[in-house]
């Protein structure tokens, strides 16, 4: 799994021979199949790939805490639900893309869940497998107003401030105090975007007592205040 559009190739271990039809440009077939390279014979190999896409205002601020790669091996549960999408692409029954999209949710859950922490890379969901660190992050998503301290996170941690400090920053890959500021913009960025309220307004929902202090970090960190923001980003 790939969680955002990193550039990559594939390749084999043993070099494959050169076939003149490889770069041909691929061709459609029946229920949503596609073709590339020879029409005919069995394939060499066969991808079944789907698309996951965030719909919240911290869409950025996840896939930028992911992997760059989740590489799951002999996993019975998602060869299940492989072969299930698999199936269910092929037919034509009713309600087939609910299906599809709803397996294709649990095919990533199943995904995240299956990579073991040890072996997690720095990010979110190193830090959502430490059953300490989740709590801290949990209480920052569902209370951003909060006046948040080091200190005040690492209680609800259970974990003395260093210790907390440093186990954060090994496992999320930033400081505390650095995620929940882009936590905050996240939140920020959408409320604006929404126009839900003004800048005072947004301000306080995010945690900060001034509009003045919100507008500077803001600034600094989207690199534009936020009366322009909303200006240039806002639903239409």
Not at 159 to 179: I, K, Q, T
Not at 187 to 193: E, P, S, T
């Amino acid at each position: 799994m790939i969680p955002a559009a990193y550039g990559f190739a594939m390749s084999s271990h043993e070099p494959a021979e050169s076939k003149p039809d490889i770069d041909s440009q691929p061709v459609a077939l029946a229920n949503g199949e596609f073709r590339l390279g020879a029409r005919s014979g069995s394939p060499d190999v066969r991808l079944i790939v789907g698309h996951c896409s965030f719909g919240s205002p911290d869409a950025a601020l996840l896939v930028s805490l992911l992997p760059a790669l989740v590489h799951v091996r002999d996993e019975a549960r998602l060869a299940t639900l492989v072969q299930l999408l698999r199936d269910e692409s092929r037919a034509q029954r009713p309600a087939r893309d609910v299906v599809m999209t709803r397996l294709l949710e649990v095919l990533l859950i199943e995904a995240f869940r299956s990579t073991p922490a040890i072996s997690a890379p720095s990010g979110l969901l190193r830090g959502l497998n430490d059953s300490r660190l989740a709590v801290a992050i949990r209480r920052m998503h569902e209370d951003p107003t909060q006046a948040w301290t080091v200190a005040g996170l690492a209680k609800e941690a259970a974990l003395s401030r260093s210790a907390f400090f440093d186990r954060f920053r090994r496992a999320v890959g930033v400081a505390p105090m650095a995620y929940l500021l882009a936590w905050r913009m996240a939140l920020a960025k959408n409320l604006l975007r929404r126009k839900e309220g003004g800048i005072a307004e947004v301000a306080q929902r995010v945690g900060y007592s001034s509009a003045s202090t919100f507008s500077v970090a803001f600034s600094r960190f989207v690199g534009m205040p936020p009366t322009e923001f909303a200006r240039t980003s806002g639903e239409p």
